[in-house]
């Protein structure tokens, strides 16, 4: 009897809770009818909030009639609606206005990602038009390009020299832009496929702490994600020094609904350069989205984008021709370096809430791409008749699908979020080369041909347990390769094979000490793939490096116009073991270790002016050699990138960016160094009726500077002796260039 009345009891405390705290459903659109998300939904009453997903859809815990309901994002007016009962019956729609973007209205605790948002706050008041300045809104990430404009661009992150790639991974819309097992390197991103306009967000992460990265996630990841519609059409022009020409159209093919959006976009570029031997440099981009909506809210998107560049280069040049008066800054050694590329890329998205508590996400792509890369670093050291000229080259198809499901529930009274995934990708690489050339038309020796298959299968859980302020998040993921390798240079048919798997830790927690300051802790296990050439010819052997982070930190808003985040963090590698595509030879670096600090600051000073500033101290280090001659060639010490920015203020915006990188050691016992740069940009934008007029001025102080430099041993034709010294390829000098653009 105490039984049945204890159950009884239990029935009617359960059904008045269903009673009076329900579940609310909504969507959260902008006034043009487009799902927004990441949109804030928070119950002022019971203190329970939700965040829109990028359908635009939310489901409220713990909501009853009479509760007021703020409806929030950064860049709208925030909402606040009165929940009645008829609420409980429906799928509430509710709009929200656009207005001009004020930070004293952010919240940290708001925030989905307050991190992330801050590069969405940078990309709102400072807006790119460059592939490389896309990049460069990555805080602390600096980046240089070396071989006429084509070649994929080497990335300084975190006391790393991260070549074009090896510990950072890049990718668009849920597709990989690192290349694995590729011709000129490990890694290599070549991101110029990416038109800067139809970049939506940016969303990054530094440290290898994060379930849904793998492969190269050991300094950081950098997720690009494309607009979804256009507000209104454009059509584009700059012309400026050097022959430097872009064009941009931007097309809306369907009009926005809510149920679909379709745009295509076009981009030409050409340019010759500084240099005396001209880039003769090219590049077309061509895009096109499509997007649908189901009738429930089921999110279908399809990509399509082809990419096509050459250039020619002037080379890395050596700094004792330059400073004897051989030649000039701008001046070649060997200028018949240059190359041609392309990629072509379709990638179809998919999202779905299964029910209210559990949301599915993943996406399917394809990509064909084929790459032809010149380079000459060496001279005649090597070869003293012909020189040294190599050629690298590959034809590669890629294969792959991510999926993801979210599930929301309750582990007795604590909220857990279970977030899991399965990944695949399929590598096929035909005709993988490095050869000796001249003159680019001449093959002398094939040192490397063969045909690469290359799968990376993967599977990750993530659980977020939510205590009232505190978060506590354990995750682990699981990677699979398999790597198989046909030397073609061999007189049979041999077929080399390895497999590979590797488990990664993660455990980050957070703390909402306060509504406008969060403290982090993140904790983790990430690693890098090496070349399939040099896993099977090491029988699978320290294949898959190790790297062990550990970040302590805060994001903290000290006044209403301020945002401060910094980051003390730390990060070991069992081995730097990359191969070196331009020698095809392997460099294992040992046992390493770098830790730093990173410090972020943004300052809205009024309704139009907007600061902001990212810095970077890193100490980087070998621990398995002796002191003095431990240092890793190129890890910078220090970096610092910021700027200005000034927003519609009588039609007229621009701003004044500035990036820094101090000398850094060239060789193991810091004999050579590269020397150091600080560089400043400026723009300025007039809009009247619907045409903006701009002027951009790269390096306006007019700095002769390195952009890439390297300690090499090279050696001139009428050289009796080789030579190891800094070989660079000169920065861009000043160089200003006017724009024109009508939106319709």
């Known amino acids: 009897m105490n039984f049945l009345r204890y159950f009884a009891l239990l029935s009617l405390v359960a059904l008045t809770n269903s009673t009076h705290a329900q579940q609310l459903k909504g969507f959260v659109f902008n006034e043009i009818n487009q799902p927004l998300e990441a949109a804030y939904v928070y119950n002022l009453n019971s203190k329970s909030h939700a965040h829109t997903s990028e359908n635009g859809v939310f489901v409220l815990e713990q909501s009853k009639p009479g509760d007021s309901i703020k409806i929030g994002l950064l860049g709208y007016e925030n909402k606040v609606m009165i929940v009645e009962e008829s609420s409980f019956q429906t799928t509430l729609n509710i709009i929200l206005e656009g207005k001009t973007f004020q930070l004293e209205e952010m919240v940290i605790t708001e925030e ?147 149920r679909q959006n379709a745009y295509i976009a076009a981009e030409y570029i050409s340019t010759d350069g500084p240099f005396e031997s001209p880039q003769n440099f090219n590049r077309l981009n061509l895009f096109g989205k499509y997007v649908m909506f189901s009738p429930e809210n089921d999110k279908l998107s399809l990509t399509a984008s082809h990419f096509t560049s050459r250039w020619d280069a002037s080379g890395q040049i050596p700094q004792r021709e330059v400073d004897n008066g051989n030649i000039t800054r701008f001046g070649a050694i060997d200028d018949t370096e240059g190359g041609e590329t ?39 050291l090597e070869d003293p008749i012909n020189g040294d000229q190599i050629k690298q080259k590959e034809d590669r198809q890629i294969f792959g699908v991510n999926t993801a499901i979210t599930h929301n529930t309750f582990l007795g009274q604590t909220e857990l979020t279970l977030t899991s995934g399965l990944g ?59 790597f198989l390798y046909n030397d073609k240079l061999q007189n049979e048919y041999t077929l080399q094979s390895e497999t590979k798997a590797i488990v990664s830790p993660k455990l980050n927690i957070f703390y909402d000490a306060e509504e406008n300051l969060q403290l982090f802790l993140k904790s983790g296990i990430g690693f890098h793939s ?31 116009n301020m945002v401060v985040h910094t980051a003390l963090w730390y990060l070991f590698l069992e081995q730097e073991f990359v191969y070196v595509g331009d020698a095809g030879i392997v460099e294992p670096s040992g046992k390493t270790e770098r830790y730093g600090l990173d410090l972020g600051l943004r300052y809205q000073f009024n309704d139009w002016l907007y600061f902001d500033n990212d810095i970077t101290l890193t100490k980087a280090r070998s621990l398995e050699s002796p002191d003095g001659e431990d240092y890793i060639p190129l890890a910078p010490d220090l ?38 740069y600080f560089i400043t940009d400026f723009n300025a934008n007039y809009t009247f009726n619907n045409i903006t007029l701009g002027v951009i001025v790269e390096n306006i102080f007019d700095v002769e500077w390195n952009e890439t430099q390297f300690a090499t041993e090279s050696r001139l034709q009428n050289e009796m002796q080789s030579v190891e010294e800094i070989h660079f390829t000169p920065g861009t000098p000043f160089f200003i260039k006017g724009s024109i653009s009508y939106k319709f």
């Not at 779905?352 to 000459?376: D, G, M, P, V, W």
């Not at 090491?538 to 970040?551: F, H, K, S, T, V």
Request: charged content about 20%.
């Open 639 to 676: 970096t610092l990138s910021g700027g200005l920015s000034v927003n519609d203020i009588n039609g007229f915006s621009g701003g004044i960016r500035y990036r820094y990188i101090d000398d850094r050691p060239a060789n193991e016992d810091n004999s050579i160094v590269a020397e150091g």
């Open 342 to 380: 392309e990629r072509t890329n379709v990638n179809v998205e998919y999202s779905k809430h299964i029910s209210n508590a559990t949301t599915l996400k993943s996406n399917a792509f394809y990509s064909h791409y084929a790459f032809e890369l010149y380079s000459n670093f060496t001279f005649f």
């Open 530 to 560: 090496n070349d399939a050439r040099v896993v099977v010819n090491n029988l699978g052997e320290d294949i898959l490096p190790r790297a062990y982070g550990l970040d302590i930190g805060n994001i903290w808003k000290p006044t209403k």
């Open 424 to 482: 695949f990708r399929h590598d096929i690489i035909d005709d993988v080369e490095l050869s000796r050339t001249l003159n680019r038309q001449t093959t002398l020796e094939q040192i490397q041909l063969g045909d690469i298959n290359q799968t990376n299968i993967d599977a990750f859980i993530n659980a977020n347990f939510e205590f009232g302020k505190l978060s506590i998040a354990p995750a682990l993921r699981l990677d699979y390769f398999k």
């Open 112 to 258: 989905l990602n307050a991190l992330s948002t801050i590069t969405r706050l940078d990309l709102t008041t400072s807006p790119v038009n460059s592939s490389q300045e896309v990049l460069r809104k990555v805080p602390g990430l600096i980046i240089g390009q070396h071989a006429g404009g084509g070649k994929a661009e080497q990335l300084f992150l975190r006391g790393f020299d991260v070549d074009h790639g090896t510990d950072v991974s890049i990718s668009v819309d849920g597709m990989p832009v690192n290349m694995v097992s590729h011709a000129h390197g490990q890694g290599y991103s070549d991101l110029h496929f990416l038109i800067p306009e139809t970049v939506n967000k940016i969303d990054f992460g530094k440290g290898p702490y994060y379930a849904q990265e793998g492969d190269f996630n050991t300094a950081g990841y950098v997720d690009f994600s494309t607009r979804d519609y256009l507000k209104e059409s454009q059509i584009s022009m700059s012309v400026g020094d050097f022959n430097s020409f872009r064009t941009l159209g931007l097309f809306n093919v369907l009009e926005n609904t809510k």
